[in-house]
């Protein structure tokens, strides 16, 4: 059972523009949402996460939204750069958990010229 | 880079032999989780140890079993291997028996043939 939906499957986006990646999760013991980026023959990097504690956070060009009624997060990438391309994973975990975590499928992203 | 690093970055073996997968946590951390990452998925959480125990455990049969060393390394060890085993496997390192943000090593490929 896929318990973090995650979409779009694959995003093109322009230079500077505003790239947004959305996850619905099913399992309410969840209360940890972080998102990973990954590069091509790496490993996951963490970018930033949040608990449902808050409604938005906001780290640099990245913020991420949360609808804890709806169950459902978002990555939203402001002023998109070519650099940002690559593979964004949201996941989850429950207290005490925090690294157990169940991923979204992925959305790769194509920041172009 | 997070600290944590995997060997091999790459493996080629054959359907039915075993296989030893190693990672080193970043300094400070003492709990290393395993997932699985096939080709264009997002990462299946396969175990976690804890002071050198099993802490969780995902849907993953017993021929995938692990070790953590009192310096908190670990090891993965997949025996009778199948050709869905092909896959990213990546190491995940954590504080406070898991309870933390994970941060990811660059993972083996794994090619079973």
């Known amino acids: 059972q896929q318990q973090v939906k995650q979409s779009p499957q694959s995003l093109i986006v322009q230079k500077g523009g505003i790239s947004i990646i959305n996850c619905a999760y099913e399992?309410?013991?969840?209360?940890?949402f972080p998102w990973y980026q990954q590069f091509p023959g790496k490993g996951p990097a963490l970018l930033i996460a949040?608990?449902?504690?808050?409604s938005e956070k906001k780290e640099g060009r990245f913020t991420i939204s949360f609808n804890k009624s709806a169950k459902q997060f978002s990555l939203h990438i402001m002023d998109s750069q070519p650099g940002d391309s690559a593979t964004y994973f949201c996941?989850?975990?429950?207290?005490?958990?925090?690294?157990?975590?169940?991923f979204g499928t992925g959305t790769r992203l194509q920041v172009t010229l | 880079e997070t600290g944590v690093t995997q060997s091999p970055t790459h493996l080629i073996k054959t359907r039915g032999q075993q296989v030893t997968l190693r990672c080193s946590s970043q300094?400070?951390?003492?709990?290393v989780s395993w997932y699985q990452q096939a080709l264009g998925q997002g990462p299946q959480f396969i175990f976690q140890?804890?002071?050198?125990?099993?802490?969780g455990r995902g849907n993953f049969p017993p021929r995938f079993s692990g070790l953590q060393f009192p310096n908190y390394s670990s090891e993965l060890n997949v025996n009778a291997l199948e050709l869905d085993d092909s896959a990213l496997y990546l190491c995940?390192?954590?504080?406070?028996?898991?309870?933390?943000?994970?941060?990811f090593g660059q993972g083996t490929r794994l090619t079973v043939v």
């Open positions: 995940a390192s954590s504080d406070q028996g898991g309870n933390t943000e994970a941060f």
């Open positions: 399992n309410t013991a969840f209360d940890y």
């Open positions: 949040i608990r449902p504690d808050v």
């Open positions: 996941a989850a975990s429950s207290t005490g958990t925090a690294s157990k975590l169940t």
């Open positions: 300094s400070g951390h003492n709990t």
């Open positions: 140890y804890y002071r050198e125990e099993e802490n």
